[in-house]
């Protein structure tokens, strides 16, 4: 499986001025080669090598490889584009918008990432340092900040490019691991996650094992059948975000467009270190219990949120997406089995004698079953009813 590991680097004022120039001549390389590209129709990247390799070379004095990795940026990224065409993401043949992408070529802003392979770019992890080609020669001993977890990756499974980025004033590296499958145990049993907005992620068993239930924050600590991993941090944080967001858009000038940007991104960041955290101690549970897990399948989450505003279910749903992805590869590294299982009716069945009504679910909160009069919290219940669904789905696909 493939794993991206981003490090932030430190660099000197000097190495910084180094990185930005290359950056910026490399970004214009590929404007240029992308402007040629669209101009005589050539957008493969062996043909267009073969057009512009030791034009781009000269002209811009860049390194062999770097010019590789130009032509080859600017082959992919009208290869996506055509993608995008071709799937009709981009409206319908002849509307307005369809026609002025199409009639103008790809520009590249100076900071857009740009690859650096082994011949470019050489990691000295115990020194956490790397050496780096810029236009202005090999650059060596700029400093990067990465976590023991993050090196041991690095270390024992870092293959192929890795991407330099400027983003918000801030230097990265992004690196791409390979890591060898791990078998998939057979799980003793399920525990079913929930997904939601007052808690984003409630864990539970398919029936109670009477283990204390309990509450963690984004941030705190919490094991156990019944955990419910609060949203309030993260809501006040979007919260605080959205009133200033009110306030910037008021004002509309460029340093207010800005300053939004950096927002958003912080933003997204706070929201998937909490998703990072989540995953992370689910997975690490059910690895301990010997359990797989359940999660809903993502299709439908959309449909079962029911919001107001829509950009906050584009959120919601893109941050539900998120913890789901999270989930899945931190399972896919330990050998836990994971199935995704239908959402339909997850909230409204009782996970103890299966009665399915609107009107087991009083409130936000609380489940109470109408058939049998068995008690729970709401987010709990739906939980045991995923982890059940799990339990189900493994058995069935796994009879033979
Ligand atoms: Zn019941």
């Avoid at 990432?113 to 115990?126: E, G, H, I, T």
């Avoid at 309990?214 to 941090?233: E, I, L, Q, Y």
Wanted: aromatic letters at 6%; glycine letters at 8%; charged letters at 25%.
């Amino acid at each position: 499986m493939k794993l991206v590991v981003q490090v932030k680097l430190l660099p000197t004022p000097e190495q910084a001025a180094a990185l930005e120039a290359t950056l910026r001549v490399v970004n214009d390389a590929a404007t240029w080669v992308s402007q040629l590209a669209h101009d005589r129709r050539v957008f493969r990247n062996y043909d267009l090598r073969r057009h512009v390799y030791g034009q781009v070379k000269d002209r811009y004095g860049l390194a062999a490889q770097a010019a590789q990795h130009v032509i080859k940026k600017v082959a992919d990224a009208y290869a996506t584009l055509h993608a995008h065409v071709r799937n009709g993401n981009l409206s319908r043949p002849g509307s307005v918008r369809r026609e002025r992408v199409l009639a103008r070529p790809i520009v590249f802003r100076p900071g857009a990432a740009q690859p650096f392979d082994d011949r470019c770019l050489s990691w000295q992890l115990n020194a956490r340092t790397v050496s780096i080609w810029t236009t202005g020669g090999r650059m060596k001993g700029v400093a990067f900040t990465a976590s023991p977890d993050q090196l041991t990756l690095l270390a024992a499974h870092r293959k192929g490019e890795s991407d330099l980025v400027y983003r918000d004033g801030r230097w990265f590296l992004i690196a791409t691991c390979d890591l060898p499958d791990v078998p998939v145990r057979a799980p003793d049993g399920f525990v079913g996650v929930d997904l939601g907005i007052a808690n984003i992620a409630t864990t539970a068993t398919a029936t109670a094992t009477g283990t204390a239930t309990g509450t963690a924050t984004g941030t705190g600590t919490g094991t156990g059948d019944g955990v419910r991993h609060s949203g309030k941090t993260l809501n006040a944080v979007r919260h605080r975000h959205r009133e200033l967001r009110r306030r910037l858009q008021a004002k509309a000038t460029k340093s207010a467009k800005r300053l939004l940007k950096r927002r958003r991104r912080k933003e997204a960041r706070f929201a998937a270190d909490i998703n990072h955290t989540i995953a992370r101690r689910i997975v690490t549970e059910a690895a301990r219990t010997g359990r797989g897990i359940a999660l809903e399948d993502l299709q439908g989450i959309r449909d079962r949120v029911r919001l107001r505003k829509p950009q906050r279910v584009t959120l919601h749903s893109w941050s539900f997406h998120q913890l789901g992805h999270f989930i899945a590869y931190k399972a896919a590294r330990a050998g836990v089995a994971l199935v995704w299982v239908d959402p339909a009716y997850t909230s409204q069945a009782c996970s103890a004698c299966g009665h399915v009504a609107k009107n087991n679910r009083p409130d936000q909160e609380t489940f109470a079953c109408t058939s049998c009069g068995f008690a729970e919290h709401a987010d709990v219940n739906a939980a045991r009813n995923i982890a059940a669904r799990g339990e189900t789905g493994w058995a069935v696909s796994h009879a033979a």
